[in-house]
């Protein structure tokens, strides 16, 4: 396979730049948006559909207008956000981001170089053991691709999704890529040369705004999530194992972070409309954070579970990876990323979500809790899902009984 450099990939085609005079101000009435079927991308729809009056256009990679406009329904569905009433303002788009000109048309691409005001880019393709070559095509490329088309024509404001992972300022020219190896690592690789070909477009004239989310949960009224995260793999396999790792409860154990979908969705939406003043990336993130014993705790309350040595619990899980209908299998692959998880080693990193929060200041859009009650809101949705089992017993674990029902007397 042909060896790829993140760091020569970070070099945006000199060709690239905004031509023509920019739009007229005002809100984008024409948006294009990638990654519709995706997790986020349908939640920014749905934003987009709720609080602006923009028509939106999504890339989406299917066979025929038909396929793509079916694919965009199922997603919305399965996510509980599908609305008979405002798909006449969407337009699907057949098209790839792995490939030349988006695999356009030259006629489509023409049509939208002219008609877009503004562009979201959320589409990417994700696998946490991907290497960053396989991810490369749709990550890096694609981004390209997509910048491309922001400045054909005329500029248009781009917003990119990219991920708290990447960390420092995708302007300092002297800083290198991630290194490879660690689980997810070849995803941030892409998208850190995605962030810097974006900030090369933005040098270059074109108004840009990289956003950095935190791990998106579900949302925080509905729980409605996408199924493929490691960490309610880890979740799913303490109740089908009936087993769950003895995790230290004290401050420097393991914890946390979410930051519910609904919050990330408005706020994009909400932060590309204004301008911003400055180019900084904005982190999206979930500032309350929960200790891993706690969110393993909310589990233990609904689903009979033992709590086991960490190593005898990450033994059982790998012996059972195969059961359960395949249940397990996604955990079992995730094994060292878990092992990282219980030491703590993996930790979500602090970032500083300042420039957000201003931004957001007086929006009433803010970052929900992280607490029992969102955790709640997430088993419910998982449950009725069918991705967790029905909790065949409610009980309280030994813990709880002894501190709180010892002696029927009412509570002072």
């Given at each position: 396979m042909h060896h790829h450099d993140p760091a020569t990939d970070a070099v945006l085609d000199p060709g690239i730049a905004p031509g023509g005079a920019a739009r007229a101000a005002g809100p984008a009435r024409h948006v294009l948006l990638t990654g519709a079927t995706g997790f986020l991308g349908a939640f920014l729809l749905r934003e987009l559909l709720d609080h602006t009056n923009a028509h939106v256009w999504c890339l989406i990679r299917a066979d025929s207008d038909h396929h793509a406009a079916a694919r965009l329904r199922e997603a919305m569905r399965r996510y509980l956000i599908w609305d008979d009433r405002s798909a006449e303002r969407v337009t699907p788009v057949v098209g790839d981001l792995t490939a030349p000109s988006l695999d356009l048309t030259p006629a489509r691409w023409a049509e939208l170089a002219e008609r877009i005001d503004a562009v979201q880019h959320a589409g990417a393709q994700v696998g946490h053991a991907a290497p960053y070559s396989a991810l490369r095509a749709a990550n890096v490329c694609g981004t390209q691709e997509i910048v491309r088309l922001a400045c054909e024509r005329r500029g248009k404001p781009l917003s990119f999704i990219s991920t708290a992972a990447v960390s420092g300022d995708p302007a300092d020219r002297a800083a290198t890529p991630p290194p490879p190896g660690r689980p997810g690592g070849g995803y941030v690789a892409g998208k850190w040369v995605a962030e810097r070909l974006v900030r090369q477009a933005g040098d270059r004239g074109l108004p840009v705004l990289i956003h950095r989310p935190g791990r998106i949960s579900g949302h925080s009224v509905t729980g409605a999530c996408q199924l493929d995260d490691g960490?309610?793999?880890?979740?799913?396999?303490?109740?089908?194992?009936?087993?769950?790792?003895?995790?230290?409860?004290?401050?420097?154990?393991?914890?946390?972070?979410?930051?519910?979908?609904?919050?990330?969705?408005?706020?994009?939406?909400?932060?590309?409309?204004?301008?911003?003043?400055?180019?900084?990336?904005?982190?999206?993130?979930?500032?309350?954070?929960?200790?891993?014993?706690?969110?393993?705790?909310?589990?233990?309350?609904?689903?009979?579970?033992?709590?086991?040595?960490?190593?005898?619990?990450?033994?059982?899980?790998?012996?059972?990876?195969?059961?359960?209908?395949?249940?397990?299998?996604?955990?079992?692959?995730l094994v060292k990323y878990y092992r990282a998880l219980l030491s703590g080693t993996g930790r979500p990193p602090t970032v500083d979500d300042g420039d957000s929060v201003r931004d957001l200041a007086g929006t009433g859009i803010t970052c929900p809790p992280l607490d029992g009650a969102l955790i709640g809101v997430y088993l419910d949705y998982f449950q009725s899902a069918g991705f967790l089992p029905v909790p065949t017993t409610t009980r309280y674990t030994p813990r709880e009984d002894s501190e709180n029902h010892q002696c029927g007397l009412p509570e002072q």
């Open positions: 960490i309610w793999h880890f979740v799913r396999a303490i109740t089908l194992l009936g087993l769950a790792p003895d995790v230290a409860a004290s401050d420097g154990g393991p914890d946390v972070s979410f930051s519910p979908v609904d919050y990330v969705a408005r706020a994009i939406v909400r932060m590309s409309a204004q301008d911003t003043g400055s180019a900084a990336p904005r982190y999206l993130v979930n500032q309350s954070r929960m200790p891993l014993s706690e969110l393993i705790g909310h589990v233990a309350k609904r689903y009979a579970v033992s709590y086991v040595p960490q190593d005898m619990w990450l033994e059982r899980l790998w012996e059972a990876r195969h059961r359960h209908d395949g249940a397990l299998l996604k955990a079992g692959v």
